[in-house]
């Protein structure tokens, strides 16, 4: 891939969800976190498009609802829900979900624009992936429209958050956690300083790899065994008529291990993938869980060396691992083409 296009394809990955029966999508250079959701304040005087505020790194951030902006039909909140964390130049704010499915570039020619769209349209453009249509959001409006008064219909918001004592025992739980966090100050500039990271768990221990390698994540994938590949090749999987080699990540590294791969190939189990790009070579990475996608300040992350284990740090008082991605793609170990 030359230069060019590897920053058009950074330009153009999407981090993308489901809220109701839609698919809604942002740009991964606008996310800063994503996280299950929290106990939200609700102040009485709140405007109506707003359906809570949330402390987040020295800030009180408003939260939002898209689909209030949209006039579709707004359901209940669960305990599972997912709360995405956006920035535009100069907000901060949050969008709820109901499950983030997953991050992959957009080719400019699958993405259509929407026409007459003015500054408070949300929706600007839809991208047509396979059967499916994602509306691409523009954060922008969504900023104006937090600074604006607007009518919208009054709603009981409180009413669409869980009640019952179990998941509000665990909202305020994650609301604590997210109080607790060591804020930095978000201005313009700083940003820069940040490395912005997806992490995933091998076993119980929680690893990360950079976003200037990631090309897609999939949190549902089918393995097909190959026989006669080393233990440590999975097997391949079939990404939109492009047959991508599959690698055991735990095996590849010697990490105890429960069979995983083993499971894969009997019932052809359903399982997480990250998917890296080096240059014009692709591999994807069978892990046990995707987790969350954050940002943290260099001079935080401890280099560790040249091995497979690029750098330490410490997030949210967890220590995380950073993958070396390079090193996997030059290991004599393996052999990676496009197919």
């Given at each position: 891939m030359?230069?060019?296009?590897?920053?058009?394809?950074?330009?153009?990955?999407?981090?993308?969800?489901?809220?109701?029966?839609?698919?809604?999508a942002?740009?991964?250079?606008?996310v800063?976190?994503?996280?299950?959701?929290p106990?939200?304040?609700?102040?009485?005087?709140?405007?109506?498009?707003?359906?809570?505020l949330?402390?987040?790194?020295?800030?009180?951030?408003?939260?939002?609802?898209?689909?209030?902006?949209?006039?579709?039909?707004?359901?209940?909140?669960?305990?599972?829900?997912?709360?995405?964390?956006?920035?535009?130049?100069?907000?901060?704010?949050?969008?709820?979900?109901?499950?983030?499915?997953?991050?992959?570039p957009?080719?400019?020619?699958?993405?259509?624009?929407?026409?007459f769209v003015?500054?408070?349209?949300?929706?600007?453009?839809?991208?047509?992936?396979?059967?499916?249509?994602?509306?691409?959001?523009?954060?922008?409006?969504i900023?104006?429209?937090?600074?604006?008064?607007?009518?919208?219909?009054?709603?009981?918001?409180?009413?669409?958050?869980?009640?019952?004592?179990?998941?509000?025992?665990?909202?305020?739980?994650?609301?604590?956690?997210?109080?607790e966090k060591?804020?930095?100050?978000?201005?313009?500039?700083?940003?820069?300083?940040?490395?912005?990271?997806?992490?995933?768990?091998?076993?119980?221990?929680?690893?990360?790899?950079?976003?200037?390698?990631?090309?897609?994540?999939?949190k549902?994938?089918?393995?097909?065994?190959?026989?006669?590949t080393?233990?440590f090749?999975?097997?391949?999987?079939?990404?939109?008529?492009?047959?991508?080699?599959?690698?055991?990540?735990?095996?590849?590294?010697?990490?105890?291990?429960?069979?995983?791969?083993?499971?894969?190939?009997?019932?052809?189990?359903?399982?997480p993938?990250?998917?890296?790009?080096?240059?014009?070579?692709?591999?994807?990475?069978?892990?046990?869980?995707?987790?969350?996608l954050?940002?943290?300040?260099?001079?935080?992350?401890?280099?560790?060396?040249?091995?497979y284990?690029?750098?330490?740090?410490?997030?949210?008082?967890?220590?995380?691992?950073?993958?070396?991605?390079?090193?996997?793609?030059?290991?004599?170990?393996?052999?990676?083409?496009?197919?």
């Amino acid at each position: 891939m030359n230069g060019i296009g590897y920053i058009e394809q950074k330009k153009n990955t999407h981090l993308y969800f489901m809220l109701g029966n839609s698919k809604y999508a942002v740009n991964t250079a606008s996310v800063l976190e994503i996280m299950k959701l929290p106990k939200l304040d609700y102040p009485q005087k709140l405007p109506n498009n707003i359906v809570g505020l949330l402390k987040y790194n020295n800030f009180v951030i408003n939260v939002v609802d898209i689909r209030f902006y949209l006039d579709t039909d707004v359901t209940k909140y669960n305990v599972n829900s997912d709360l995405l964390i956006v920035k535009t130049d100069e907000t901060i704010f949050g969008i709820i979900t109901d499950k983030i499915i997953g991050i992959a570039p957009f080719e400019s020619a699958n993405v259509d624009a929407i026409p007459f769209v003015d500054n408070k349209t949300i929706i600007d453009s839809i991208y047509k992936q396979d059967q499916d249509t994602i509306f691409i959001i523009n954060l922008y409006s969504i900023e104006n429209l937090l600074k604006s008064t607007i009518n919208l219909p009054s709603y009981d918001i409180p009413s669409l958050f869980p009640s019952d004592p179990a998941s509000v025992e665990i909202m305020q739980k994650r609301t604590k956690e997210i109080s607790e966090k060591t804020g930095l100050s978000m201005v313009t500039g700083d940003l820069y300083a940040r490395r912005k990271l997806i992490s995933f768990n091998l076993n119980d221990d929680l690893y990360c790899i950079s976003l200037d390698v990631l090309k897609e994540v999939m949190k549902d994938t089918t393995i097909t065994k190959v026989p006669g590949t080393p233990d440590f090749i999975a097997g391949i999987m079939n990404l939109r008529g492009d047959y991508i080699t599959v690698l055991d990540v735990k095996k590849f590294l010697n990490l105890n291990s429960t069979d995983k791969t083993e499971e894969t190939k009997e019932t052809k189990e359903k399982t997480p993938v990250i998917i890296v790009r080096s240059n014009d070579m692709e591999i994807a990475l069978l892990i046990d869980k995707i987790n969350e996608l954050f940002e943290v300040p260099e001079d935080k992350i401890v280099n560790s060396g040249e091995g497979y284990f690029l750098a330490e740090f410490i997030y949210n008082d967890t220590p995380y691992t950073i993958l070396n991605v390079e090193k996997i793609f030059t290991d004599k170990k393996i052999v990676v083409t496009d197919m």
